[in-house]
């Protein structure tokens, strides 16, 4: 009976250890595999940064006018063209001024003639003062006249160098070497001192032009480096700043500051293309900032997986804040001392083992 029931009890323990074995290598392959992460805490301080939309101006730009109302006789230059200091732009119509100036040239010789003969009637008197042929009385009366002559000569001299001064702003010319911008008047055009002729700037010197609040001037300081990236292509260019208004009293309530670009790779640039700087200020920003490569988006959730005391990855739904660079401030969800999952070596879910 007993040699029955051996082969019985060993094939019963049999089946129970290869069963035991197949539960154990189930139970090996449905555990999952740990991840290599990277991991760090949130920092909780971060150099502020300032990002301000602005335009792109030249660095000296002015307005072509006349002094006074006259009709525009020739103009010389387009739109476009390159000008060299002094070089003549427009002539205005001086007909009337220059014959005020040669009925002055006239009326200056004829004063000329008569001073000679004053003066020469002035020597003879005193001459024969001295002879006694002549009385006090006459001499003191022809030098009179000698001085009023004389008079006459000056006041004449003096009207003929305010009109001569006053041709030079007929014939305009250029006050620097720049770019003709636009035109706003054409030959036989009236110009007054109201509106511009021309407009001109420099060639190739262009700022930055941008305004900031009362609460951000304070972190802005002259010669700052900054970045100015433009609007329609994306471009960027380095600039440092150059001018911080101290007023804002006719800005309403902004300061305007102004930014040198430092245009080292001659990108091509206009005159009122829109852009925008950003500056890192030597003041520091407060609050919780994770790299942005660390948060999970899905739909209009924003989240971030943390390591839990188990080694764990757990998914935690976050507010976020401003975007600061490379980081992004969180508002609410995580602690400062929790560690935060930036990378890992494959896909993380939910709850799972995680190494670091």
């Not at 595999?33 to 909780?44: E, G, H, L, S, Y």
Request: proline letters at 2%; aromatic letters at 6%.
């Amino acid at each position: 009976m007993k040699t029955k029931l051996l082969p019985i009890l060993f094939i019963s323990l049999l089946t129970l250890s290869l069963a035991s074995c197949g539960e154990e290598t189930q139970n090996e392959k449905t555990e999952p595999q740990a991840v290599n992460v990277k991991v760090q805490n949130p920092t909780t301080t971060l150099p502020q940064r300032l990002s301000h939309k602005g335009k792109i101006q030249s660095s000296k730009s002015i307005d072509i006018q006349s002094r006074g109302s006259s009709y525009v006789e020739q103009i010389f230059v387009n739109v476009g063209d390159k000008v060299e200091k002094n070089q003549l732009l427009v002539k205005l119509n001086s007909e009337d001024i220059t014959s005020k100036r040669t009925q002055l040239l006239a009326q200056l010789e004829e004063v000329k003639a008569s001073l000679e003969n004053t003066e020469r009637d002035y020597e003879r008197y005193k001459n024969l003062r001295e002879k006694n042929s002549v009385s006090e009385k006459e001499v003191e009366s022809i030098q009179l006249k000698f001085k009023s002559v004389q008079s006459q000569k000056a006041a004449v001299e003096s009207q003929l160098k305010g009109i001569e001064s006053e041709l030079k702003y007929f014939n305009i010319k250029s006050p620097f070497d720049g770019i003709i911008t636009s035109k706003h008047l054409q030959e036989g055009d009236l110009a007054n001192p109201q509106m511009p002729i021309l407009q001109m700037e420099v060639n190739n010197a262009f700022e930055f032009h941008f305004s900031v609040s009362e609460r951000e001037i304070s972190a802005l300081r002259k010669g700052q480096l900054s970045t100015v990236e433009i609007s329609n292509d994306h471009q960027k260019i380095d600039a440092q700043i150059s001018e911080i208004s101290s007023s804002s009293l006719n800005s309403g309530g902004q300061y305007i500051i102004k930014a040198k670009l430092l245009n080292s790779d001659n990108i091509d640039l206009f005159s009122g293309q829109q852009g925008e700087i950003q500056l890192v200020t030597d003041k520091l920003d407060q609050g919780v900032f994770v790299p942005e490569s660390a948060l999970i988006r899905r739909g209009g959730l924003q989240g971030l997986y943390v390591v839990s005391a188990e080694q764990k990855a757990m998914l935690r739904w976050v507010k976020v804040g401003a975007n600061n660079g490379k980081h992004i401030e969180i508002l609410s969800g995580i602690q400062t001392d929790e560690s935060i999952i930036t990378s890992s070596d494959s896909k993380l879910y939910n709850g799972i083992n995680v190494n670091y």
